[in-house]
């Protein structure tokens, strides 16, 4: 099967193993972003456990949201998954100045940017990206 960016040709599994770890993060990120948007009591009481206000959380949760249309989007997935691996930056700082378990919170973001990356590189997205320019000829 020919993926949408590049003439390459990528297995079916390949793109439905794809197809699902991408959603599965999308899906995860999601629900964190909605209960972060509805201000729901466990996204207002963690984000105040980890030191912030809880009048950042709707913020940050549209910035989460905004993100993950990014990564959701074809066009614009690898953009997305840029902006993403930045959010969670942002997370695995914030824990690790407050002292959080390494494998359960400060890694945690870091398992998901697998999910997000893994996804695009089955699909065959990053190989214009991560592949050597053509030689250039000199005359």
């Known amino acids: 099967m020919k993926n949408d960016t590049n003439d390459i040709l990528v297995s079916n599994k390949r793109i439905w193993t794809a197809r699902i770890l991408g959603g599965l993060a999308i899906g995860l990120l999601a629900l964190d ?56 930056g942002g997370a695995i700082a914030t824990h690790v100045r407050i002292g959080s378990p390494l494998a359960t919170h400060i890694l945690s973001p870091i398992y998901v940017s697998v999910l997000i990356w893994g996804a695009l590189a089955l699909r065959g997205r990053l190989r214009g990206l991560l592949a050597a320019p053509p030689a250039r000829r000199v005359a």
Request: with cysteine; hydrophobic share 60%; proline share 5%.
């Open 33 to 88: 972003a909605a209960l972060k948007l509805a201000q729901a009591a466990p996204a207002v009481s963690g984000t105040v456990q980890l030191g912030y206000p809880a009048s950042v959380v709707f913020g940050i949760g549209l910035v989460e949201i905004l993100c993950v249309i990014a990564y959701a989007v074809p066009r614009t997935a690898i953009f997305g998954a840029v902006l993403l691996t930045g959010y969670f």
